[in-house]
């Protein structure tokens, strides 16, 4: 069964940095492009990085030189980097797999809520 | 970046009716349009992708078509199930984008 499990999410400052992990299991990590997505409360869904199953990297203007996507194939983790951070960034992230070239994630994990506040 | 427009905004159905539901491009995104389904506290699950092939485990009353600037997500015979919020998605040029929903009501 394909498993992705969000962690990390928490409360931070304007200005602070979050990690967020992602572990995924029940398929070949390091076949699979990965993406991080994330939802406000209330609001639609918006991409925030991705990275190839190669290593490349991908990511909005809105979060371009903030963010930086990473994974680890021997560990079967996603992670996201988050420096500099907004009260816009105010969401839940969800990691999700999509297959080679696709863009299309076909499994996602239940999210972890990030929330930017003093 | 590509903006997607989805319309209507709320639709309200009864159970065993017709849903069509569109989403127009502000470009050309080809036949790289995608629809999910999102209920509430749940994660979104791929419905369509390609403008028209459904994705494992989607039943046949869920089916896509279009290419170019409109899309259209029909689902033949609503169940009680189906009534949730729709995204459609482009991947036809980074960044990926998302309409910003059509959310499917019960009348």
């Known amino acids: 069964e394909v498993q992705l499990v969000e962690s990390g999410g928490g409360l931070v400052q304007p200005g602070g940095s979050l990690r967020l992990s992602c572990a995924a299991s029940?398929?070949?990590?390091?076949?699979?492009?990965m993406h991080w997505v994330r939802q406000a409360t209330g609001k639609g869904l918006e991409w925030v990085s991705a990275?190839?199953?190669?290593?490349?990297?991908y990511y909005p203007g809105s979060v371009q030189g903030r963010f930086t996507i990473s994974r680890e194939n021997a560990k079967n983790s996603l992670y996201l980097q988050m420096n500099s951070l907004r009260a816009g960034d105010t969401a839940v992230y969800y990691c999700?797999?999509?297959?080679?070239?696709?863009?299309?994630?076909?499994?996602w994990g239940q999210g972890t809520l990030v929330t930017v506040s003093s | 970046e590509i903006v997607l427009t989805q319309s209507p905004a709320t639709l309200s159905l009864s159970p065993g009716e017709r849903a069509t539901l569109s989403c127009r491009a502000s470009?050309?995104?080809?036949?790289?349009l995608a629809w999910y389904q999102q209920k509430p506290g749940q994660a979104p699950r791929l419905l369509i992708y390609?403008?028209?092939n459904r994705a494992t485990g989607i039943p046949a009353r869920f089916s896509g078509s279009g290419s170019g600037t409109d899309f259209t997500l029909t689902i033949s015979s609503l169940e009680p199930g189906d009534f949730a919020v729709y995204y459609c998605?482009?991947?036809?040029?980074?960044?990926?984008?998302f309409g910003q929903g059509t959310e499917l009501e019960i009348k």
């Open positions: 029940g398929f070949t990590f390091s076949s699979y492009d």
């Open positions: 470009q050309s995104v080809s036949s790289y």
């Open positions: 390609d403008a028209s």
């Open positions: 998605q482009q991947r036809s040029d980074w960044p990926y984008t």
């Open positions: 999700a797999r999509a297959p080679r070239g696709s863009g299309n994630p076909d499994y």
């Open positions: 990275i190839g199953f190669a290593g490349d990297t």
